[in-house]
């Protein structure tokens, strides 16, 4: 998968519509999706990179444990230096980290793609799927924190005596109506990709 | 049975040196996450005290307020936290204690401050607890612990221990509906805390 591809045309979030569960529980502030999307591009480059270093050497049986087995080393060397370096972030983004394992994105292209390509194709492809997650991350972050708090980053931006911040967009439905924007903008923008395709 | 052998193998050698590099990493970061557990501890217990410091303090600057203001004692096998400025230590102004004990679902820890009396609560803060959020996990909200703030650890006949949502009364603090068994473990545990704290003092007197 290119860059374009995993940022753009087929955006882990917004068109293939995965790791959802995390996209909307971190996202009540810019800061911790940043981090968390950061989190995911570390372990999704990471991961796939060993999984294809070692695809000819992975017996086929275990495959799948040994594709989970690298992913969590990963997550959670990423958690550890979370938990010592910065700590405010760890609790703030709670279990979500730890649930990077969990996350269909990450395990999604080890199996679909690094298993049966070379390290740097699967490097470009872990950082494009990566990148596009954060990318989403960002958008529905820096929405939900602007007009739910007024704030970017902790610093007021929309002044209190003209906005009242709309307390509903840092809760869960806040959440999931900017989620459910974005990938309308996303469909609608990017066109019909499909019929090109089949052509 | 030649592919089977290399596949546990692969599988041995790749769950090694997995584990083997956590356990790395788990030991190069365990002194930061120490520190973290240990500002965590003090927030907590200036808060209960209700010594002032803001949300902003860096790390430093409240294990600073901490050292200034707060004596650790032992007394007997546990240990308090006495609140005195630096001028005055004869009359402390507050003492904290902490509580630990089993929740509902995981340990519940946290820190009781007594005014100077010994027997008005000043503050209740929790530093950890795993109770179900929404219902027993309101235990750490701020009305919750409020509730807590000039109650007595003592009833009207002078028995020691909290009642929360028993009759009412001067050591009596409503309970969270929907969260008896969160409820009755938090007063089975300060209970004992109390307890053993009014004991203690009895022994000194």
Not at chain 1, 110 to 123: K, T
Not at chain 1, 166 to 172: K, T, V
């Amino acid at each position: 998968m290119t860059l374009k591809d995993g940022v753009w045309t087929v955006n882990p979030l917004a068109i293939q519509i995965l790791g959802i569960c995390s996209a909307l529980a971190v996202t009540s502030r810019l800061e911790s999706s940043l981090v968390m999307g950061a989190a995911l591009i570390f372990v999704c480059v990471g991961s796939n990179l060993f999984v294809s270093l070692l695809r000819k050497y992975t017996p086929h049986r275990i495959r799948m444990i040994a594709e989970v087995a690298i992913i969590a080393t990963f997550v959670i060397l990423f958690d550890q230096f979370l938990k010592a370096f910065y700590w405010d972030m760890s609790k703030q983004l709670g279990p979500y980290v730890g649930l990077i394992i969990t996350n269909c994105i990450v395990m999604g292209r080890a199996e679909a793609f690094a298993l049966q390509n070379p390290p740097l194709l699967s490097i470009v492809d872990g950082l494009a799927n990566g990148l596009g997650y954060a990318g989403g991350l960002a958008i529905i972050g820096l929405v939900r924190e602007l007009l739910g708090t007024g704030k970017i980053f902790g610093h007021t931006v929309l002044l209190e005596q003209w906005y009242t911040p709309n307390q509903l967009m840092i809760l869960a439905p806040g959440a999931f109506f900017t989620l459910g924007v974005v990938i309308a903008v996303f469909n609608a923008l990017r066109g019909p990709q499909d019929e090109e395709e089949n052509k | 049975m030649k592919g089977s052998l290399y596949t546990i193998g692969y599988a041995g050698v790749l769950g090694t040196l997995c584990a083997l590099l956590l356990t790395g990493v788990a030991s190069f970061t365990a002194p930061y996450k120490a520190n973290n557990a240990r500002v965590e501890e003090v927030l907590s217990i200036l808060t209960a005290l209700g010594i002032p410091h803001t949300p902003d303090d860096s790390a430093a600057r409240l294990l600073e307020i901490f050292d200034a203001s707060v004596r650790e004692t032992q007394r007997g096998d546990s240990t308090i936290y006495i609140y005195a400025s630096p001028d005055d230590e004869e009359s402390p102004q507050a003492v904290a204690m902490r509580f630990a004990g089993p929740g509902l679902w995981g340990p519940i820890e946290g820190f009781l401050a007594l005014e100077a009396d010994r027997r008005t609560i000043r503050g209740l803060t929790f530093s950890r607890q795993e109770e179900t959020p929404g219902l027993g996990g309101e235990i750490g909200a701020s009305w919750f612990r409020d509730q807590f703030v000039g109650k007595t650890i003592v009833d009207r006949a002078a028995e020691p221990g909290i009642s929360i949502g028993g009759e009412k009364g001067p050591n009596a603090v409503d309970a969270i509906t929907g969260a008896t068994m969160t409820c009755d473990k938090l007063e089975a545990i300060l209970d004992g805390v109390i307890g053993k704290f009014v004991e203690e003092r009895h022994e000194e007197q």
